[in-house]
Nanobody, 115 residues
């Protein structure tokens, strides 16, 4: 079992930046494929970005060029640097960990972008 805890959300003006952090409780963190997902009010949870254990990344088209996912295996953490934020980025952001067929989710952190 692993626990994922997100932090770093908040209220920011359009064009601003935020950095989200997801801290994992297990030291075998490096074997996990990690990802950030978001869920806007009334919508389904959707992929934002993923990063493999080797560091390969994948992004949703809507955030390419603005968001950067990274990880620090020594700190059991994954990050999402969000720049040039838009009001449509407003959502609850969730951290996801995947080990084989086992999926772990964090509790989510709210990001609100004002226009």
């Amino acid at each position: 079992q692993v626990q994922l805890v997100e932090s770093g959300g908040g209220l920011v003006q359009s064009g601003g930046s935020l950095r989200l952090t997801c801290a994992a409780s297990r030291s075998s963190f490096s074997v996990y494929v990690m990802g950030w997902y978001r869920q806007a009010s009334g919508n389904q949870r959707v992929l934002v970005a993923t990063i493999s254990s080797a560091g390969s990344t994948n992004y949703a088209d809507s955030v390419k060029g603005r968001f950067t996912i990274s990880r620090d295996n020594a700190k059991n953490a994954v990050y999402l640097q969000m720049n040039s934020l838009k009001p449509e980025d407003t959502a609850v952001y969730y951290c996801k960990g995947l080990e084989g067929s086992t999926v772990y989710w964090g509790q989510g952190t709210q990001v609100t972008v004002s226009s």
